[in-house]
């Protein structure tokens, strides 16, 4: 079972829509994370939250914009996506950004029409 | 920066052989390392971590991973290879200092094929 909970698994969704990722975790971790992974591809990371800031942003498009509402949970607002935004999106947690394990969530399936 | 290579994208044995994949990486100070599998339409596990207590590290399903500083390797391994060890392995080191703490890099992965 992971404990890292992503919805919803798959999306398809048309340019001009909007529309949320939603990534969830109960371990107490205080680091979280989006990536997107292309397939056959290694994940890329887009952002980084530590203690609920955001910490890290890979230059990601402005299309997407993340949130951290409470340490527990992370969003990801999706907003005019272009075709090449298809991808898996994966969430993470770690317990701080210090060298510690990430654990990844099954991912969001995006299919942009 | 750190880096991390993987030899071979893809990795083919026979069910009961051994499993051998291999990670280089590039680190000016001693790295944490990781070794993480991802089985189709999931996300990734991580099979084990290296964080500079021993450099053989044991992990989880039988696989375990020896650190070399002198050839700056980090292969993982398993004695015995099973049908449902076939996924794709993700090498990643941890990015140690600067604004860019804590983020993983990864190597560009192998998939694994077991045949009966």
């Known amino acids: 079972d992971t404990e890292v909970t992503q919805t919803p698994k798959h999306l398809v969704m048309g340019m001009t829509n909007k529309k949320s990722l939603k990534c969830e975790q109960h371990?107490?971790?205080?680091?979280m994370y989006w990536y997107k992974q292309k397939a056959k591809k290694p994940p890329e990371l887009m952002f980084v939250?530590?203690?609920?800031?955001?910490?890290i942003n890979e230059s990601v498009p402005s299309r997407f914009s993340p949130e951290c509402p409470n340490s527990s949970l992370l969003n990801l607002h999706l907003h005019a996506l272009q075709p090449e935004d298809s991808a898996l999106y994966l969430c993470?947690?770690?317990?701080?950004?210090?060298?510690?394990?990430?654990?990844f969530g099954d991912g969001t399936r995006l299919s942009i029409l | 920066a750190q880096s991390v290579t993987q030899l071979g994208s893809h990795v083919s044995v026979s069910e009961g052989a051994l499993v051998l994949l291999r990670c280089n990486y590039s680190?000016?100070?001693?790295?944490?390392l990781f070794w993480y599998v991802q089985y189709p339409n999931q996300g990734l596990q991580l099979l084990l971590k290296y964080t500079s207590a021993a450099t053989l590290v044991k992990g989880i399903n039988g696989f375990e991973a020896e650190f070399k500083k002198s050839e700056t390797s980090f292969h993982l391994t398993k004695p015995s290879a099973h049908m449902s060890d076939a996924a794709e392995y993700f090498c990643?080191?941890?990015?140690?200092?600067?604004?860019?703490?804590?983020?993983?890099?990864f190597g560009q992965g192998t998939i694994l094929t077991v045949h009966p």
């Open positions: 371990m107490g971790h205080r680091a």
């Open positions: 990643a080191v941890s990015d140690l200092g600067g604004t860019s703490y804590g983020k993983l890099t």
């Open positions: 939250y530590s203690y609920e800031k955001l910490s």
């Open positions: 993470a947690s770690s317990q701080d950004t210090f060298y510690q394990p990430q654990h």
């Open positions: 680190s000016s100070v001693p790295p944490y």
